[in-house]
T-cell receptor, first 114, second 113 residues
Framework: EPEVTQTPSHQVTQMGQEVILRCVPI?????FYWYRQILGQKVEFLVS????????KSEIFDDQFSVERPDGSNFTLKIRSTKLEDSAMYFC????????????FGPGTRLTVL | KQEVTQIPAALSVPEGENLVLNCSFT??????LQWFRQDPGKGLTSLLL?????REQTSGRLNASLDKSSGRSTLYIAASQPGDSATYLC????????????FGQGTTLQVKP
């Protein structure tokens, strides 16, 4: 069964450094999302991406964050200058439709900012 | 603004018991409601998706219902097993057409052998 994959599984970085989290969506999916979950808290929406552009972003998704599909297969989340409060599990999710299909989540990348 | 709440936060039951997990949401313009399972340190696994035009969905021992007028959804688990132990999350699709999901805080279920 096709699945969403994410790399790396765990990333440790120093505050102020740039990180790129990578996701490989299921091949026929057109809708892409990033969510994050701070330890012990709710899963929070960050951004949705369709047709090579951001369709919606949350208040969390400020100028330090960006997303792209650099080669038509990978879907990446970049954090330009990491803060301690960016430490969280980051989940990529993909789907075939924005409203009528479930979202398929990857296993997550645990980001630790020191 | 859509808000999703789940009660209880934790639940412990003996094996074989039937149980109900509750989810409430504030925006009745929800276009779907999804239930996920999350195992410790893992990603989210989709269990059931209920469209706004539907009242319930079933998969095996799981049955999810949706009542938009009261802003509630329930997940019914029949004949619980120790392997059902996990955190169960409900998520509402808001009124936007972007697919954004708003999650509840989850119910952590422990099924004792």
């Amino acid at each position: 069964e096709p699945e969403v994959t994410q790399t790396p599984s765990h990333q440790v970085t120093q505050m102020g450094q740039e990180v790129i989290l990578r996701c490989v969506p299921i091949s026929n999916h057109l809708y892409f999302y990033w969510y994050r979950q701070i330890l012990g808290q709710k899963v929070e929406f960050l951004v949705s991406f369709y047709n090579n552009e951001i369709s919606e972003k949350s208040e969390i998704f400020d100028d330090q964050f960006s997303v792209e599909r650099p080669d038509g297969s990978n879907f990446t989340l970049k954090i330009r200058s990491t803060k301690l409060e960016d430490s969280a599990m980051y989940f990529c999710a993909t789907g075939t439709s924005a409203r009528t299909d479930t979202q398929y989540f990857g296993p997550g990348t645990r980001l630790t900012v020191l | 603004k859509q808000e999703v709440t789940q009660i209880p936060a934790a639940l412990s039951v003996p094996e074989g018991e039937n149980l109900v997990l509750n989810c409430s949401f504030t925006d009745s313009a929800i276009y779907n409601l999804q239930w996920f399972r999350q195992d410790p340190g893992k990603g989210l696994t989709s269990l059931l998706l209920i469209q706004s035009s539907q009242r319930e969905q079933t998969s095996g021992r799981l049955n999810a219902s949706l009542d938009k007028s009261s802003g509630r959804s329930t997940l019914y688990i029949a004949a619980s097993q120790p392997g059902d132990s996990a955190t169960y999350l409900c998520a509402g699709g808001g009124s936007s057409n972007t697919g954004k999901l708003i999650f509840g805080q989850g119910t952590t279920l422990q099924v004792k052998p």
